[in-house]
């Protein structure tokens, strides 16, 4: 029983990776744009998720308010459903958490370097049916992470590493789960140089900090010797132990709270180590000085920058460029009312977007900035 808990547990992040090919198809996609392979998309070209039009929306870099995708990546033959936040590795690859909110299946694709149109996934990582991936972020040499919920389940919260995406195949090599984890409703991930895991829990509402856990070592050393065989016991047989599924239920090395947190969504670290969170319930964005972490017990926290604008509704995803340009997308108040908004790096209260474009019909989730 104890072997089928421990097996179940790791389907819940396990997955297959399914392998193909660039189609040559080359339909337009339904939220528009240009079909075919792409240019060599220059660095912070931006990709937005377009989760009820199943799209990947591409901009040029620094564009102006009137902008429009110049490229997509969209169509039958993308395998997207439910497409939410985004994350590149090195090698420019595009990673997708997807899930369908009528077929309750998520799904993690990745494409490959400047796909665009109606082309096959490069590869895709399954997920258990009513598992839902949020925030993906990848790991200095390590593979990335994906926060899920998944209500009902033995771990409702829980964040899954996964090798790194090499020769066609990726897999889980660990899961934070349990309730030492503090973990609650985890939705954005974002990881530092030295391989820290930042996880915003809108359940919480507050961000936790995980170092990057390591598999158990294989014993070494001199084998034990043999033992003495004991008797065989007498009497009634001791009831078996309930089976824990296995996982690494470790306490976060910092939890940071602030007093302005209502629902933190969206995570971001620039160069400096600065971290930014969007919170979709305060319609903010906050800054928090990377001079103001320490490992260990609760940071209770004062951002060091906060942005509010008429502009903002519902923030739920944010980067920030090498320049210190902030870039938000929020879903809006209103069906079909998306924003990307990009604020300057000394953007304040009541600040007005350097940029704010009106995104296509559907709703934004994520965004990401090519490297």
């Not at 660039?22 to 240019?39: A, I, K, L």
């Not at 969209?74 to 985004?86: D, E, R």
């Not at 033995?154 to 889980?172: D, G, H, K, N, R």
């Not at 903002?312 to 340009?325: C, E, H, I, Q, T």
Request: aromatic residues 8%; hydrophobic residues 40%.
């Amino acid at each position: 029983m104890l072997r089928r808990l421990t097996l179940g547990l790791f389907a819940l992040a396990c997955a297959a990776i399914i392998v193909a090919c660039s189609s040559g198809n080359t339909s337009v996609p339904s939220s528009g744009g240009v079909p075919g392979n792409g240019p060599n998309f220059v660095p912070n070209t931006i990709y937005v998720s377009n989760t009820t039009q199943n799209a990947i929306e591409l901009y040029t870099p620094s564009p102006g308010p009137s902008a429009t995708p110049q490229y997509a990546i969209g169509g039958s033959n993308t395998g997207l459903n439910g497409p939410s936040y985004l994350a590149f590795d090195t090698s420019k690859r595009l990673y997708v958490t997807n899930y369908g909110a009528a077929s309750k299946q998520g799904i993690i694709q990745i494409y490959q370097t400047y796909a665009t149109g109606n082309v096959l996934p490069f590869g895709s990582v399954g997920v258990t049916p009513g598992a839902q991936p949020h925030g993906i972020a990848m790991i200095p040499s390590n593979g990335f992470a994906v926060a899920y919920t998944q209500p009902g389940a033995f771990f409702s919260s829980y964040v899954i590493v996964y090798a790194p995406f090499s020769s066609a195949t990726t897999f889980p090599v660990n899961t934070i789960a349990g309730g030492n984890t503090l973990l609650n409703n985890p939705i954005g991930v974002a990881v530092d140089a030295n391989k820290n895991i930042y996880v915003a829990n809108s359940g919480g509402p507050y961000i936790t900090v995980y170092p990057l856990p390591t598999p158990s070592p294989t014993p070494t050393g001199s084998p034990s010797p043999t033992p003495t065989p004991t008797a065989t016991p007498t009497g009634s047989a001791s009831p078996s132990p309930t089976p824990t599924p296995a996982s690494n239920n470790i306490p976060p090395s910092a939890q940071i709270t602030c007093v302005c947190f209502r629902q933190p969504t969206g995570l971001a670290l620039d160069a400096a180590g600065n971290l930014f969170v969007t919170d979709a319930a305060n319609a903010a964005v906050y800054k928090f000085s990377a001079a103001s972490f320490a490992p260990g017990g609760v940071l209770a926290l004062a951002p060091s920058q906060t942005i509010t604008s008429s502009s903002l509704a519902n923030p739920v995803d944010v980067k920030v460029d090498s320049a210190g340009m902030i870039y938000v997308v929020d879903t809006g108040s209103a069906p079909n009312k998306s924003m990307l908004l990009i604020f300057s790096p000394s953007a304040g209260l009541n600040a007005t977007p350097a940029t704010a474009i009106a995104l296509p019909a559907g709703t934004a989730t994520g965004l990401a900035l090519s490297p």
